[in-house]
């Protein structure tokens, strides 16, 4: 079993993370500005982390000594955010720091220009959402420029579904499957899955993959 930080434990996919990592009977350590705000029971292989991943002192506290780091963070508002983006930087420097090999992000399939994208998601979200997307995409570029072993998930719309662990994993772009109005989706809790499979796959190292249904 491995030693797995999560960043963004108090979001609906970080709470699907902690939840399923300690089922698959990981140890883990849950980072968020509130950590009493995490969805998850007291556990005794769950350390609940107080910080900010905008803190690099902080989080390089929380990388060090952890097998992998899997993020979920995330943003409110539609304004401009460097959440991300200089998350990500501050992650990066602490795994370097404390050799930490293995990361494990999400981001959005709102990032990629994705055809198969719904139109409407393509005509009204994609423009409403532009200051998410594009500090997403900064973070990308740095994840992809570092030497970590990485693994970005881009997730389609996000359901508070149960998990199926019935979903479809692509490289780059949605798999082809009519989405022209219909937008696809997925669970939280089938994202996390699915990242949790790739602790120790290869199977799409350094690769950027969307998951969905």
Do not use: C
């Amino acid at each position: 079993m491995s030693r797995l930080l999560i960043l963004g434990a108090t979001g609906g996919t970080g709470a699907a993370l902690v939840r399923q990592a300690l089922e698959a009977g990981h140890e883990v350590s849950a980072f968020a500005r509130t950590p009493a705000s995490i969805p998850v029971p007291h556990h005794e292989r769950l350390r609940a982390l107080r910080g900010d991943i905008m803190d690099a002192e902080q989080v390089s506290r929380a990388v060090s000594g952890h097998d992998a780091v899997l993020s979920a963070v995330g943003s409110r508002g539609l304004g401009p955010t460097r959440v991300y983006s200089e998350g990500v930087a501050n992650v990066l420097r602490a795994m370097k720091e404390h050799r930490v090999r293995r990361l494990i992000a999400v981001t959005s399939a709102g990032v990629g220009d994705d055809q198969q994208s719904a139109l409407w998601f393509r005509v009204l979200v994609k423009p409403l959402l532009r200051n998410r997307y594009s500090d997403m995409q900064r973070m990308e570029e740095a994840v992809r420029q570092s030497d970590v072993a990485w693994t970005v998930v881009r997730p389609p719309k996000l359901t508070d579904g149960r998990l199926t662990k019935d979903y479809r994993a692509s490289v780059d772009h949605l798999p082809m499957g009519g989405y022209f109005f219909a937008g696809p989706t997925i669970s939280r809790e089938d994202v996390a899955h699915f990242m949790l499979s790739q602790i120790d796959s290869d199977e799409y190292l350094r690769k950027t993959v969307v998951v969905t249904y």
